[in-house]
């Protein structure tokens, strides 16, 4: 009886959904029908001037190099790019870190997608002054960058499930909670779902807590 009952609240409840979309359905044929001749016109015009607006941003972005994943060579480029693009994204890797390659690997193909955002790359070492400005401690690092100003950090793998194997979509997800790129999907729910629980299973001499997996994997985040 009671299943009954909650089959029919929730039957009333679609039946009331159903009537709100459709209401607003007629609504929008009921407007578009009263359209005149000078509204479609005016319309087409606000459509092009949009779209010719955003091929004009797209050809300034590809100027500024967005659209590449490149590396900067010195300190002062950086700066420059946060003054020239609203979006960054910057890698803070060192030549042996092997999930600085990892991290390269999925930001060229984001470079790609996102044209919203610069992409770029800096190595560490090379940039003592900018490492410690910005504390990176940890390598790979990524800053996160809006309207000149660093909104965020990737700081290793945690944020992105503590595995190598992450896709593209996960990190692409991770960078915007920091609003850098345009983002459709939902912000609540990562992509990746966890594959294989981590365990603690000991503590290095320097400290660090050792943690593994099924394959006990050792790679791990490199202090700078």
């Not at 359905?25 to 779209?51: G, P, T």
């Amino acid at each position: 009886m009671a299943a009954d009952q909650a089959s029919q609240i929730i039957q009333n409840q679609l039946e009331q959904v159903a009537k709100v979309v459709e209401q607003q359905v007629d609504a929008e044929i009921e407007r578009l029908d009263k359209l005149d001749e000078n509204d479609l016109e005016s319309i087409r015009k606000q459509r092009i001037a949009q779209m010719k607006k955003m091929q004009e941003m797209k050809a300034n972005w590809k100027q500024l190099g967005h659209g590449e994943y490149s590396e900067l060579a010195e300190e002062k480029e950086f700066f420059e790019v946060g003054k020239q693009s609203k979006n960054a994204v910057c890698h803070f890797y060192r030549d042996s870190a092997e999930r600085c390659k990892i991290v390269d690997k999925h930001l060229r193909i984001l470079a790609a997608k996102h044209l919203e955002c610069r992409f770029v790359k800096i190595n560490a070492e090379k940039a003592p002054f900018l490492a410690e400005r910005l504390k990176i401690r940890v390598i790979p690092t990524l800053c996160l960058i809006k309207d000149s100003k660093t909104k965020d950090y990737i700081v290793g793998f945690d944020d992105l499930g503590g595995r190598d194997d992450f896709s593209t979509e996960m990190m692409e997800w991770r960078i915007a909670q920091a609003q850098v790129i345009n983002y459709s999907g939902d912000l609540l729910t990562p992509p990746d779902q966890p594959k294989k629980s981590t365990k603690i299973i000991g503590v290095s001499k320097k400290g660090k807590t050792i943690r593994g997996g099924d394959d006990d994997d050792d790679s791990s985040d490199d202090d700078y």
